[in-house]
């Protein structure tokens, strides 16, 4: 089945099987590793990327054909110009991240959610990645991470 | 782990979706969010051997008041109730619930209609479904059908939508000033599925007696189950700590759990109680009974 799907930015057309899902297309069809799979079933959150700029969706979780006519952004397309999103920026900062395996999904998520709540309280950021896990349990500064980022200029601009 | 194969069509009007169902029949399957159905096919546990994807038809996604009823619309999804000022500000149970659904990212693309069609027995819409005493709108060629949820949640993973007949909407009853509900959901952990469940829905009469009651349970039985005897003993009575344990031991003695790692039989049974007593407790404080604590 033929699609068309705006990934990052760049329209690409693909003849893709229904029970494609979406992780996997844009692994091996596209080659954009960063989205990683970890649990497969929709549980851990490692493969969140954004549908249509705001959405936080589990791409192991969806059919690639169910992103036709849809912008996807993954992992790759948050830095711009060579200059890591806030929320990068803020990662690497407060060290928010340990084997790093989680770190594309958390980054999705957290992106759509300070697009949902801009100005969250800590319980809010924690209730906001509760679908995702991250085995190093390394929450604390993924935490600090997300109030820092959410405290930047640029995401207080955008918001 | 990718499914068996499948025809996928998408919808763009629910005609559309009618006709590819009358062609299709029993090896069709309505694709909205795809939370539940999706991880079912990849363990191959349901194997449809076509999906008609809903999501594109706009006519599906709303949340409105309407003739006493809130009504979902099959292609709403969960994050939408979520994030409603007019379901935060009247209908706390289906608030409730709309927090403890899987997790905030399922919760962006699975939808509430797409929960009770699925019929988990561990599903958290259901229960609270039938402590509202909710309504599905079926549709089919043939036309329109309403029917309870009751007669809807048939058996574990099995409704009353029959082949060619799509659900289009759930209708929840709005509650008047001497109506309030709430849903308690105990999980080993976020996204988990219920460890046991309880819903339960409440109207006073200006004496402040009980008109009439909702009490429901999940995760501890084939289906989520109707406590109706619980229902009885409320109905009539005046709200106290005593009638609490009265109801929350109906609860106990129909539930009807399996163990598994989250939890022996008796254990569980002993939870049915547990959670219609603070599904209760919270229900007549937030009534402004007091005393129950």
């Known amino acids: 089945m033929k699609i068309n799907v705006t990934v990052n930015g760049t329209a690409y057309e693909r003849d893709v099987e229904p029970r494609m899902l979406l992780a996997y297309f844009l692994r091996e069809s596209l080659g954009l590793t960063g989205t990683h799979v970890g649990c497969d079933t929709s549980h851990c959150g490692c493969c969140v990327v954004l549908l249509d700029g705001d959405r936080a969706v589990k791409s192991c979780n969806m059919f690639a054909v169910q992103a036709d006519g849809h912008a996807i952004t993954t992992v790759e397309g948050l830095e711009q110009a060579g200059k890591l999103h806030p929320l990068q920026q803020a990662f690497w900062d407060q060290h928010g991240l340990q084997c790093g395996y989680c770190t594309p999904g958390m980054l999705m998520t957290c992106v759509a959610f300070l697009k949902h709540n801009p100005k969250p309280s800590e319980a809010e950021i924690r209730e906001g990645i509760a679908g995702n896990l991250c085995r190093c349990t390394g929450y604390q500064n993924i935490v600090k991470a997300v109030q820092q980022a959410a405290t930047a200029d640029e995401m207080v601009a955008a918001s | ?293």
Request: net charge positive.
């Open chain 2, 1 to 293: 782990m990718f499914p068996a194969q499948f025809d996928y069509q998408r919808a763009r009007s629910i005609d559309e979706a009618l006709s590819a169902l009358a062609s299709r029949g029993g090896d069709a399957r309505v694709l909205a969010g795809g939370q539940s159905l999706i991880p079912a096919m990849r363990l191959r546990l349901a194997r449809p051997a076509v999906l008609i994807d809903i999501t594109p038809i706009d006519e599906l996604s709303f949340l409105r008041e309407n003739n006493g009823f809130l009504c979902v619309g099959a292609a709403t999804r969960d994050f939408a109730l979520e994030v409603s000022p007019l379901v935060a500000s009247r209908y706390p149970m289906i608030a409730d619930t709309s927090v403890l659904v899987a997790d905030p990212v399922v919760r962006q693309t699975g939808t509430l209609v797409g929960s009770l069609c699925h019929n988990d027995p561990a599903g958290d819409w259901p229960v609270t479904s039938l402590a509202a005493r909710a309504q599905l709108v079926l549709r089919s060629k043939s036309g329109d059908r309403t029917v309870s949820i009751d007669d809807f949640l048939v058996d574990s993973y099995t409704t009353a939508v029959k082949d060619g007949e799509m659900v289009t909407e759930v209708r929840f009853p709005t509650p008047d000033d001497r109506t309030r509900g709430s849903f308690y959901k105990l999980e080993r952990k976020v996204g988990d599925f219920a460890t046991a469940s309880a819903a339960t829905r409440i109207t006073l009469k200006p004496d402040g007696t009980i008109a009439a009651a909702g009490v429901a349970i999940g995760a501890l039985g084939p289906k989520a189950l109707r406590v109706s005897a619980a229902e009885k003993l409320l109905a009539g009575a005046k709200p106290s700590k005593d009638l609490v344990a009265a109801a929350a031991r109906e609860a106990e003695k129909i539930a009807d759990p399996g163990a598994d790692n989250r939890g022996s039989v008796a254990y569980k049974k002993a939870m049915a109680g547990v959670l219609v007593a603070r599904a209760l407790r919270t229900t007549f404080e937030r009534l402004g009974v007091k005393g129950l604590e």
